[in-house]
């Protein structure tokens, strides 16, 4: 068995444990060219750290992936755990998603085009 005792420590120094939230953006995947991804992941980086949402009682996360295997309209993101996919995903989607999902907990249904039971 592994060692899992920096694991552990990694998990607290990161509050694994409060997070509330996490977005997983598709960056690498046939939905939006290089470019386009990497733009977005930037800002979601950036407007989460800015917005002060990776403190103890926000606990957003972020994980850039590299597809989602909805390869049409993206970058595609989709939230945990309450299963709400968005297309679309630019900075300035984003910056909607982050003001009325994340901060006020009203999924965008402009951008919204599927919700799955993740629980």
């Not at 509050?15 to 060219?33: D, E, F, I, N, P």
């Amino acid at each position: 068995m592994a060692n899992t005792d920096i694991l552990k420590a990694l998990a607290a120094q990161r509050k694994v444990s409060t997070a509330r939230q996490h977005l997983l953006l598709c960056t690498a995947g046939k939905c939006a060219s290089e470019e386009q991804a990497n733009e977005s992941w930037d800002y979601l980086k950036r407007r989460i750290r800015e917005l002060n949402l990776l403190d103890v009682d926000s606990g957003v996360y972020r994980s850039k992936v590299d597809c989602l295997r909805i390869c049409r309209q993206g970058p595609i993101m989709l939230s945990y755990p309450d299963g709400t996919w968005y297309y679309g995903c630019t900075p300035e989607v984003i910056e909607t998603i982050l003001q009325q999902h994340v901060v006020n907990g009203t999924p965008v249904d402009a951008y919204r085009f599927a919700t799955t039971n993740l629980l």
